[in-house]
């Protein structure tokens, strides 16, 4: 709904697709959607499924008639254009690359090929991380791209704000932070943080995912309105440029922020 927003006010007009019209008049859906998932997965599938389907039998039963029968049955979207939907969206979520690998295995029964499965990894290490791009990339067998660049930029900003600013420029500061990570992906933190018992020492954890990235923040028009606006607010200003002791488990902390 947002991407839909989104695209309407910037004037882009959208063709509204054909009317999803269910003509599944099966006796038995259940049936239909094994043979579905057959036909998916080029794998005998046992009625009631194994492992889960045994425990829960109802789970298996809305399983197959409602997915592989009531959706699948429908024409909007083939069964190739759906595993690949299935497979981008399960490749931008950590967590769930049992169901990656099974979803790509049927996608290549549908006729995806492994080229496409590389300008979908490109797509997500673009618009999602380098993460969760390699477990495509992993899973069709290629090379992984590196998630830190050698030139990783870590810098702690030291900051005294003069006191009768301090509102302000919070508010200015979280405005530019906010911005900064949204808008440019090569910025993967800005991090801002005061002294409990000295609210005018302000502390930023800045990190660039290379020199040129932080090149290009500094030209922003969000940085640029931050640095002219708060120029009068700001007693003293130190910039510590620091280097990971250990780049492999800094990936493993931030995970747990996803």
């Known amino acids: ?12 007009i959208d063709k509204t697709g054909k009317e999803i019209v269910v003509e599944n008049g099966a006796k038995d ?15 005998a599938q046992s ?3 194994p492992g889960f389907g045994e425990f829960a039998p109802r789970i298996d039963t809305f399983l197959k008639e409602h997915l592989f029968a009531d959706i699948f049955v429908s024409d909007v979207l083939n069964y190739q254009q759906r595993e690949l939907v299935t497979v981008a969206a399960l490749a931008s979520m950590p967590g769930v690359e049992g169901q ?8 290549k029964n549908t006729g995806i090929t492994d080229k496409q499965l590389e300008q979908l990894a490109e797509l997500i ?3 999602i991380s380098t993460m969760q791009a390699n477990t495509v990339r992993k ?13 990783l930029m870590v810098r702690i900003s030291e900051i005294e704000i003069l006191p009768e600013y301090l509102k302000d420029y919070k508010t200015i500061l979280k405005e530019e932070a906010s911005a900064s990570v949204k ?10 943080m005061y002294q409990k018992e000295s609210p005018t020492q302000i502390r930023i954890i800045e990190m660039y995912a290379d020199k040129a990235t932080y090149q290009s923040h500094l030209k922003t028009p969000h940085f640029q309105h931050y640095k002219t606006t708060t120029l009068k607010m700001v007693k003293s200003l130190k910039l510590i440029d620091m280097e990971s002791l250990d780049k492999e488990t800094m990936l493993e902390i931030f995970k747990k922020f996803n």
């Open 29 to 43: 859906k259940y049936e239909l959607g094994r043979k579905v998932l057959e036909e998916l997965t080029r794998t």
């Open 100 to 107: 990656l690998q099974s979803h790509i295995n049927i996608g």
């Open 183 to 192: 808008l440019e992906p090569g910025v993967i933190a800005i991090f801002p």
């Open 1 to 12: 709904m947002t991407v839909a927003k989104e695209r309407k006010e910037n004037g882009i």
């Open 125 to 127: 290490h673009t618009n």
């Open 139 to 151: 899973i069709i067998g290629e090379p992984l791209i590196p998630a830190t660049k050698p030139d």
């Open 47 to 49: 009625k009631p499924a």
